[in-house]
């Protein structure tokens, strides 16, 4: 192949497929991870593996991974992009949304890293792109723990950043804003969705995951010894 490979989680819809419709589009071939396979092979992307992994299950990312560089070689870019909202109030949610949301966005991005990351050291050269949140930057009403997992991603991008600069390998964190994506479907409280649409809709509508794609496009395609450390992004009219 021309181009390395790259590795996708939550690949299955939103801000995941975008992204990976954008990246095959310019000619990496890919490893989709997600747990709808089904919604992966339906993009029929060329070079591209997809397999039904929950990435929690670090032997199974890791299985996934020594099977595609196998076949295309080693990873040379990771997004984590795989994540889970689950919003209430704290003396309301069930703690096991919590558990959920911390065993998704934090130790199934942590999963990842530990895969490739010390190939990429090795090799002096990677990428890996940690798909966050502004939640991971500021607070917002019923968001507490979610923020916390955002927060998380932040703090642990930032600090594997200087933990591995001189070994010239990149961290990189996307900070969207409001998506239109399946994210809020994933919120159990009917009044909570409810407000989140008419938040949206008050700020004449929300970012476009290509918007995120573009974005992780642009960051991962510049020159290896520039790394842009963090993108925030988010519809004009959005206020916090």
Same mark, same amino acid.
């Given at each position: 192949?021309?181009?390395?490979?790259?590795?996708?989680?939550?690949?299955?819809? +939103?801000?995941? #497929?975008?992204?990976?419709?954008?990246?095959?589009?310019?000619?990496?071939?890919?490893?989709?991870?997600?747990?709808?396979?089904?919604? &992966?092979?339906? &993009?029929?992307?060329?070079?591209?593996?997809?397999?039904?992994?929950?990435?929690?299950?670090?032997?199974?990312?890791?299985?996934?991974?020594?099977?595609? #560089?196998?076949?295309?070689?080693?990873?040379?870019?990771?997004?984590?992009?795989? +994540?889970?909202?689950?919003?209430?109030?704290?003396?309301?949610?069930?703690?096991?949304?919590?558990?959920? &949301?911390?065993? @998704?966005?934090?130790? +199934? &991005?942590?999963?990842?890293?530990?895969?490739?990351?010390?190939?990429?050291?090795?090799?002096?050269?990677?990428?890996?792109?940690?798909?966050?949140?502004?939640?991971?930057?500021?607070?917002?009403?019923?968001?507490?723990?979610?923020?916390?997992?955002?927060?998380? @991603?932040?703090?642990?991008?930032?600090?594997?950043?200087? #933990?591995?600069?001189?070994?010239? @390998?990149?961290?990189?964190?996307?900070?969207?804003?409001?998506?239109?994506?399946?994210?809020?479907?994933?919120?159990?409280?009917?009044?909570?969705?409810? +407000?989140?649409?008419?938040?949206?809709?008050?700020?004449?509508?929300?970012?476009?995951?290509?918007?995120?794609?573009?974005?992780?496009?642009?960051?991962?395609?510049?020159?290896?010894?520039?790394?842009?450390?963090?993108?925030?992004?988010?519809?004009?009219?959005?206020?916090?």
């Amino acid at each position: 192949m021309s181009k390395s490979l790259v590795v996708i989680t939550g690949a299955s819809s +939103g801000i995941g #497929e975008a992204t990976a419709r954008q990246l095959s589009a310019e000619g990496y071939p890919l490893l989709l991870l997600a747990r709808r396979v089904e919604r &992966m092979e339906a &993009m029929n992307l060329p070079n591209t593996l997809c397999r039904q992994v929950d990435i929690t299950d670090v032997a199974a990312v890791k299985a996934a991974i020594e099977e595609a #560089e196998a076949k295309f070689g080693p990873v040379d870019c990771l997004i984590n992009n795989a +994540g889970i909202m689950l919003l209430g109030l704290a003396d309301e949610q069930d703690p096991a949304e919590w558990q959920s &949301m911390f065993n @998704v966005n934090v130790m +199934g &991005m942590l999963n990842g890293i530990h895969a490739v990351l010390s190939g990429m050291k090795s090799r002096k050269h990677g990428t890996v792109i940690n798909i966050s949140s502004i939640a991971g930057r500021k607070t917002f009403p019923s968001h507490a723990a979610y923020c916390g997992t955002k927060f998380a @991603v932040h703090a642990i991008t930032e600090n594997i950043r200087e #933990e591995v600069a001189d070994d010239n @390998v990149r961290f990189i964190t996307i900070a969207p804003g409001a998506v239109e994506t399946e994210l809020l479907s994933h919120t159990t409280s009917d009044e909570i969705k409810a +407000g989140y649409e008419e938040w949206k809709e008050g700020m004449g509508g929300v970012i476009a995951p290509q918007d995120i794609a573009n974005a992780i496009s642009y960051a991962y395609n510049q020159p290896q010894n520039l790394c842009i450390r963090e993108i925030v992004l988010a519809a004009t009219r959005q206020q916090p």
